[in-house]
């Protein structure tokens, strides 16, 4: 099944591509789906639990569309492809990243905040997977370099308070 641009098999969450072919058609890029490396997790069929999954933005490109980055909740971490002429996706070595805390569920990303070709990454870890133990949600931030590297910034990680949930990032442009 597909959520959001991810896809879930057995053992595994996935991203799924595909350009858009003549009239509006979707065909598949190749090597489609690509595993992001983490394990994915699926329902557990009771409509309260399964709530707490909303999210918004697990996926998203950079503005020169050559980096796609994916959230994994369940193993809280996330992914970095880069994007290759073709639409293709290729896993950067290294990938998943630990986000910086629980069920990450959201990622923003502001090209070249850092103004020296670093970019800023933020992280909202949603901390409500049933199948984890709780703890508390934060929001975490990344600096990226040009090539996609992530690297957590020391003590950016804004927690909130238990129970709240956070499940969009939104960044201005």
Request: glycine share 14%; hydrophobic share 35%; charged share 10%.
């Amino acid at each position: 099944g597909a959520r959001n641009g991810t896809a879930s098999g057995p053992g595994q969450e996935g991203v799924i591509a595909s350009t858009n072919g003549r009239a509006g058609s979707l065909r598949p890029v190749p090597g489609w789906p690509l595993a992001t490396g983490g394990p994915g997790v699926a329902g557990a069929g009771d409509l309260l639990d399964e709530e707490q999954w909303d999210s918004d933005g697990e996926v998203i490109l950079n503005p020169a569309g050559t980096l796609l980055f994916a959230v994994n909740g369940h193993s809280n971490d996330f992914s970095v492809f880069t994007v290759n002429p073709n639409g293709s996706l290729t896993l950067l070595p290294g990938s998943p990243f630990p986000s910086g805390g629980p069920h990450p569920a959201s990622i923003g990303y502001k090209d070249n905040a850092l103004q020296d070709g670093n970019s800023l990454m933020f992280i909202a870890n949603k901390d409500s997977d049933p199948f984890q133990t709780a703890t508390v949600p934060n929001y975490t931030s990344f600096r990226v370099s040009p090539d996609g590297v992530p690297t957590m910034n020391v003590g950016s990680t804004l927690t909130v308070p238990a129970g709240t949930s956070p499940s969009q990032i939104l960044v201005p442009k």
